[in-house]
């Protein structure tokens, strides 16, 4: 434990009576006496023949070792096979009778893993990333503007991308946007359009103030989601929105007035 400031920081391993770092424990708390684990696995082969498959490194003497491969379909990924390790808790808190990781079906031993099976995963790792929120501009681009003219608001419609894992799997997750809401703080009814806006002369989205004022303009922007397994070539759309806000700094609001002069000006 290492004091710092008025905290600590505390480093804390949890290890087992029989000096393994880490025991599963059941659902109440109890130790468990069986664990599973997902980890390579290879084919020990006697001359060119294979005998048996298990854990890597686990082959007998005068037997050869390879890879084994779990062949999927085009678009999915294959997740390692899965083994099992048993024991016995002991009354003083040591175990006994600790087994060798057994491969569980050996018949056909790993998975292969599609996009819809993660899709629920997707949708909620969508809702936890960090989008960032679409850069509002407004021409006059000074911080003022005049009454009954057009304000102009645009933004940018670029996707984002995210490498990030599901199940330990790489995936890319792409947010694009898909509304915008403009809220100009004049108490008229905030606008929502799928289209971005443009800059001057060619703007398509604007609005008219039509009272001096200091506004602050608010986007609300909402995002449509897919996902992609790494190295496969099918997108697969998230189920669900994101939303992220852009507060514009201060906008002052002027009007301008005419004014009769006696002497030409210059």
């Known amino acids: 434990m290492d004091a710092k400031g008025d905290g600590f920081d505390l480093q804390a391993t949890d290890v087992s009576a029989d000096g393994s770092v880490h025991r599963p424990r059941n659902a109440d708390g109890s130790p468990a006496s069986v ?4 980890m390579p696995a290879s084919i020990c082969f006697t001359d060119d023949f294979p005998t048996t498959k298990g854990q890597v490194g686990a082959c007998a003497l005068g037997e050869s070792e390879g890879a084994l491969v779990v062949a999927c379909e085009v678009d999915q990924v294959a997740l390692d096979p899965i083994f099992k390790q048993t024991w016995v808790n002991n009354p003083d808190g040591t175990i006994s009778g600790l087994s060798r990781w057994e491969l569980q079906n050996p018949a056909s031993p790993g ?3 599609a996009a819809v099976d993660l899709a629920a995963l997707a949708e909620a790792e969508f809702q936890r990333l960090t989008i960032a929120p679409s850069p509002v501009t407004i021409q006059p681009p000074d911080g003022w503007t005049l009454v009954n003219v057009d304000t102009i608001t645009y933004t940018s419609p670029t ?3 995210f490498s990030t894992s599901l199940l330990g799997i790489p995936v890319t997750i792409e947010a694009t946007p898909a509304t915008f809401t403009w809220d100009y703080d004049d108490g008229t009814t905030p606008v929502t359009t799928s289209d971005p806006g443009r800059a001057y002369p060619h703007h398509t989205v604007a609005h008219v103030y039509e009272d001096e004022a200091v506004a602050t303009i608010t986007l609300a922007t909402t995002w ?5 397994i790494t190295g496969t070539a099918t997108w697969t759309p998230i189920t669900g929105t994101a939303t992220t806000t ?18 030409p000006l210059d």
């Open 35 to 38: 664990e599973y684990r997902r």
């Open 111 to 113: 998975d292969c893993l």
């Open 159 to 161: 996707p984002q991308t």
């Open 224 to 228: 449509h989601g897919r996902f992609q």
């Open 246 to 263: 852009t507060t514009a700094p201060p906008l002052t609001i002027h009007e301008a007035r005419t004014r009769l002069v006696t002497e």
